[in-house]
């Protein structure tokens, strides 16, 4: 089992910055690809950005590409979202979620575990 605690969430002018974290506990952190998605209301859960195991492969929507980063700190049992030049639609509900391998990293049925997700409000 791991648990996820996603936090950083706020409200940003647009152009403005945020960084989300997502700390894990449970079992071994390291083992896990993980990934970021945002829903925003009324609008299915959509994928934003995906790491692998060891950090060494890191995939983004193209919504996303060029503005938000995806890393991870495995001594920390953390992986963090940075999102810069925010846009009123990048408002939504963010979640991390844990899949245990990289494959169909678009879709969410294909993560085992997740947070509970942190509001993300861009002004403009």
């Known amino acids: 089992q791991v648990q996820l605690v996603e936090s950083g969430g706020g409200l940003v002018q647009a152009g403005g910055s945020l960084r989300l974290s997502c700390a894990a506990s449970?079992?071994?952190?390291?083992?896990?690809?993980m990934g970021w998605f945002r829903q925003a209301p009324g609008k299915e859960r959509e994928f934003v950005g995906h790491?692998?195991?060891?950090?060494?492969?890191?995939y983004y929507a193209d919504s996303v590409k060029g503005r938000f980063t995806i890393s991870r700190d495995d001594a920390k049992n953390t992986v963090y979202l940075q999102m810069n030049s925010l846009k009123p639609e990048d408002t939504a509900v963010y979640y991390c979620a844990a899949a245990s391998s990289s494959y169909g990293y678009i879709r969410p049925n294909n993560y085992d575990y997740w947070g509970q997700g942190t509001q993300v409000t861009v002004s403009s």
């Open positions: 449970g079992r071994t952190f390291s083992r896990y690809a």
């Open positions: 790491i692998n195991w060891n950090g060494g492969s890191t």
